[in-house]
Structures are given as C-alpha cells and as structure tokens.
C-alpha cells in the first residue's frame, strides 16, 4: 500500500531534550516536506526537499534541522525542542513537480 | 509568493452545492491551483488541481476565471461526510523552488 508514515504519532517530552520524528515513504517520491499545525494558524511549512541531498526552509524553519540522506527517508530533528514546539506535525511526499501531495497520519507532539 | 485569502467557515445543508471560493490576486503564470481536504486528527487530502477554466473529477469541481485570481471549488450534492477544512493552495513556481502556503483553510461544517 502506498503510503507515508511517521513515528511517533505521538511523543511527551521535555524542554532540550533532542528528538527525531522519522518520515518515510514507499510512492518513490522526489519531493518531501515538514508542516506543522497549529489552532487558528493552518499548516505551516517547515523544510521541504527535491531530492536526496537537497533541502530547504520553508516558512517556519527556526528550531528544526532535516536530512535527506536516502530518497525514502526525511527526518525531522528538535536538537533543542521548547515549549512553543508543541504542535501537531504532518510529512508530506510527492513526485517531483507534482502538487499532489501525499500526507502521514501526523504527530502530535507536546514539550513541557 | 501567491498569498490565498478563503472564507474562514461555511454551513451548508446535506444535499446541497457547495461552492468554496478562493482568492490569489499574485499568482504567477506557472502556478497551479490546488485543493486540499482535511479532516479532524488526519492530514491533508488531494481534492483536485487546475491551471485555467474548469476542472472536474469524481469528487469535486474546480472553475478558474481567466484572470486566474481566484478559483472555486464546488461539491455536488454535500453530506456529512463532506464536513472539513478545505485548503486552496498554489504552489510557488516563481523561483523554481516548491514552498507552499496553506493558510488557514475554510471550515465547512453539513447539517442535516
């Protein structure tokens, strides 16, 4: 089935404490992306990538880190994650110059 | 960037033509129009996507004025199941980049 997953769908943790939140994908896609979502602000990007090796930020960079290391792989990194982090956040996939869109299911994260 | 202005929310009564409009006074002559649908605790779903004058699938319909400043997506006959948030995107071509701006999208809410 193809698909796009992230894990953890959902994740406590505290102030510094470095996380990852894996995105995978089996489409082969070249295009992924990073959103976060939160009340009364829409979707928000993050960091997006064409392909592997080759990233970008999107609106909303500050605080997160990505890689592109592998084309079915784009991890996104809270080195130091803070309180206004806490928010719900959603990979995207596609093929490249493709508007379409392929969403995960969402993690929801919260840092006390 | 093409900035997208939708209506904040919208009612509507099962059976009932939907039309959702969306405003994009700056898009650029490469960017496509491209709606997502979203429901509570998911990520986004790709409705459909247009350049100029009318699309239509299975799901929805999408009419684009020859300006191309604002587009309109339109749901046939609306059921409960069609209660969401709708996203207009166009996507930022401009600079050979792929950022997107969701925006806040349009609540449609179906009542019975």
Known sequence: ?112 | LAKTTQPISMDSYEGQEVNITCSHNNIATNDYITWYQQFPSQGPRFIIQGYKTKVTNEVASLFIPADRKSSTLSLPRVSLSDTAVYYCLVGDRSSGTYKYIFGTGTRLKVLA
């Open chain 1, 1 to 112: 089935e193809a698909q796009v997953t992230q894990n953890p769908r959902y994740l406590i943790t505290v102030t510094g404490k470095k996380l990852t939140v894996t995105c995978s994908q089996n489409m082969n896609h070249e295009y992924m992306s990073w959103y976060r979502q939160d009340p009364g602000l829409g979707l928000r990007q993050i960091y997006y990538s064409m392909n592997v090796e080759v990233t970008d930020k999107g609106d909303v960079p500050e605080g997160y880190k990505v890689s592109r290391k592998e084309k079915r792989n784009f991890p996104l990194i809270l080195e130091s994650p803070s309180p206004n982090q806490t928010s719900l956040y959603f990979c995207a996939s596609s093929f490249g110059g493709s508007d379409e869109q392929f969403f995960g299911p969402g993690t929801r994260l919260t840092v006390l």
